[in-house]
């Protein structure tokens, strides 16, 4: 079997290049495996640890995160934060990321992206108690939040809709 995806189709692709401009396709990274799709997944990891990922990183210890969504959602307050952080540390995780839910407005799907402004409701020590009960237990603090997303249901939509 043998699978190929591309990004560019020489069909429906076009690109019109003024005077000077140039155009650089994205890399395409292949690999062949005779062992199926298992084979392929090795010889792939393979190819990015040794040849394509910055020696820097390629060695070194990767963390082992704990994020708050898939244990939270948006039902989180300070007590089930730091019991989800206290868990964290005792199986020996690194670093605990503060998933979707802690800002004001933002119970569901359909509000407060954009404004993220610390629900004080459910963190009354803001994210400053939450990062510093992280360090008391040896983790590092992540926060998660997503700037390429507004809600309509936002001050900054209402503010700026054109944005």
């Known amino acids: 079997m043998i699978r190929v995806q ?11 290049l003024e005077s000077g401009e140039c155009f650089q396709t994205p890399e395409a990274v292949l690999v062949y495996s005779a062992e199926g799709l298992g084979g392929m ?12 990922l910055s020696p820097r990183f390629a060695a070194t210890h990767r963390p ?14 300070r007590n089930k934060i730091f019991s989800l ?16 839910g802690w800002f004001a407005h ?6 407060g992206l954009g404004d993220w ?9 803001g994210l400053r108690e939450v990062g510093e009960h992280c360090r008391k ?3 590092s603090f992540g926060l998660w939040f997503e700037p390429e997303m ?3 249901d936002s001050r900054l939509y209402a503010e700026q809709p054109d944005w």
Do not use: M, Q
């Open 6 to 16: 591309g990004g560019i189709s020489e069909t429906d692709f076009s690109w019109l």
């Open 41 to 52: 997944s090795r010889a792939f990891h393979d190819l990015w640890r040794e040849r394509l």
């Open 64 to 77: 082992i995160v704990v994020n708050s969504w898939e244990a939270l959602y948006f039902d989180l307050d």
């Open 85 to 100: 952080i206290d868990a964290a540390a005792e199986i020996g995780a690194d670093t605990f990321v503060l998933d979707d």
């Open 106 to 111: 933002r119970d569901n799907d359909n509000g």
């Open 117 to 125: 402004n610390v629900d004080y409701k459910k963190l009354p020590g």
């Open 137 to 139: 237990r040896g983790l």
């Open 150 to 152: 507004v809600s309509e």
